[in-house]
């Protein structure tokens, strides 16, 4: 068991509640204010969840449907809106598959813990990845066929053209900071990785979506230029 100091504890749980009270904030307002694509209703508190009081400043200024927002947005604009698109996704993803991992080990298993891999992180990273890539077409199939009156399979088509290199990307970039916190820092540094049921997990994970946002933001604005994604 990791041996985690009081301060990064601490730290850790500010910014959890933090993260939360952001979200709730965005989704008392967004009944006032509903998003015109409902879908967005969810994205924007599943983002505040790691990206705090920056997504709530970034929603403030360009998410907010009070009728202030005019015309299209600019594109790196546009860009960050796909890309926490995809992000909402990848989280809500992450936390089914991890606490349903946490609960039911053998899950893990499956997946190849105690067979292919050592470490039950990197088996949980697979039902991960499957969980967030579904969500994520959920997600992107709501938002792209009602913008091009597309049915379902076309529909689906669609969301899968678009989200698959953006998930992806988000992911690499959410595994690569997740395995350098757990394994570079935590590990050698407090005897362990954080479980799921610490808070200085979730805090790693909070970083680790930055990290996710970072790779995954020059991906949708090729997406976004080659036609396959939406500008939102």
Not at 164 to 188: C, E, H, N
Not at 222 to 232: I, P, R, Y
Request: net charge neutral; aromatic share 18%.
């Amino acid at each position: 068991m990791a041996d985690f100091p009081a301060w990064l504890h601490t730290l850790a749980t500010i910014s959890l509640a933090i993260g939360f009270a952001c979200a709730i904030y965005i989704a008392i307002d967004e009944v006032r204010h509903p998003q015109k694509m409902w879908i967005m209703n969810l994205v924007w508190p599943l983002t505040a969840l790691f990206g705090s009081v920056i997504w709530l400043a970034f929603y403030r200024s360009f998410g907010r449907n009070d009728g202030s927002q005019k015309g299209e947005p600019p594109m790196h604009i546009a860009v960050a809106k796909g890309a926490s698109h995809c992000g909402a996704g990848c989280t809500l993803g992450d936390i089914v598959v991890e606490w349903a991992a946490f609960a039911a080990p053998a899950i893990a298993v499956f997946f190849g813990w105690h067979g292919l891999f050592a470490e039950k992180t990197f088996a949980v990273w697979i039902p991960d990845y499957i969980v967030a890539f579904l969500f994520g077409i959920v997600f992107q199939y709501f938002t792209i066929a009602p913008m091009r009156d597309l049915g379902l399979g076309k529909g689906i088509w669609a969301a899968v053209k678009a989200d698959t290199l953006s998930i992806t990307s988000w992911q690499v970039g959410m595994y690569g900071l997740m395995a350098v916190g757990q394994f570079l820092w935590f590990k050698p540094a407090y005897g362990g990785v954080a479980e799921v049921n610490t808070p200085e997990f979730w805090f790693l994970m909070q970083l680790a979506m930055f990290a996710g946002f970072a790779t995954a933001y020059p991906v949708n604005w090729w997406l976004v230029k080659a036609g396959l994604k939406e500008k939102m």
